[in-house]
């Protein structure tokens, strides 16, 4: 299903239907402030595991990253934030930013990393926002890549759909995406460290 949202004033009523779609264990892709990613909820790990099929990719070996309506709700998922890292993030977020922070014991085990960690993103995008709030809970990120490799990623939803139809459940069109991901920052060292330079801007970061 293809299904069209306006950030501006995305329908409650289609909102509801993805909403309802991440519950029953469906596959979305949707847009963010950065590139069109696929999505689920998270704690659907049968979802997550067809995602990784879709992408080729082992579900234990991913680089998942849970989106969050808010700040709110980091405690939730991580151990405690150091104030001058929570600082930084406030400046961030939403934004097109992922942060890699220590994971607590709440976090489902197909998103750690092998060093117990996990990847948070809040994403400047209302039509996230507004699915994050309907269904209850966070949902997951992962890239969705052009395969052909002349793009890194593709950018118009109904090429998408033409795509991916039978291999998703919904793909939201929300207008046309970007080309650049998020810039990654690991906040689980001595110092910062930037781990992919996407967008978003780096004078917000501490180093």
């Known amino acids: ?22 519950r029953d264990g469906g596959i979305i892709i949707y847009p963010t402030d950065t590139v069109y990613t696929f ?15 879709i992408k080729g990719i082992d ?27 929570f600082k930084m993030m406030r400046r961030c977020l939403p934004g097109p930013f992922t942060f890699i922070l220590f ?5 489902p085990k197909l998103f750690q990393r092998k060093k117990k960690t996990v990847g948070i993103r809040i994403p400047n995008n209302a039509i996230v ?9 966070p949902i997951l990120s992962t890239s969705l890549h052009h395969k052909d490799k002349i793009l890194d990623y593709i950018s118009d939803a109904e090429l998408i759909y033409e795509e991916y139809k039978n291999q998703v459940d919904i793909v939201i069109d929300g207008g046309i995406g970007g080309n650049t991901p998020s810039t990654i920052i690991d906040c ?20």
């Not at 994971?103 to 976090?107: C, G, L, P």
């Open 1 to 22: 299903m293809l299904i069209k949202l306006y950030e501006e004033n995305p329908s409650p009523k289609h909102i509801q239907a993805v909403a309802e779609c991440l």
């Open 39 to 53: 999505g689920c909820d998270i704690y659907k790990p049968k979802a997550i595991e067809k995602i990784a099929r």
């Open 59 to 85: 579900s234990k070996k991913n680089n998942f990253s849970i989106v969050c309506e808010n700040l709110s709700s980091l405690s939730d998922f991580t151990k405690p934030i150091s104030n001058p890292t």
């Open 103 to 107: 994971a607590n014991s709440k976090v």
């Open 188 to 207: 689980t060292q001595s110092e910062n460290v930037i781990i992919r330079e996407g967008l978003g801007n780096l004078s917000l970061i501490d180093l």
């Open 129 to 137: 926002q507004h699915i994050i709030e309907e269904l209850g809970n």
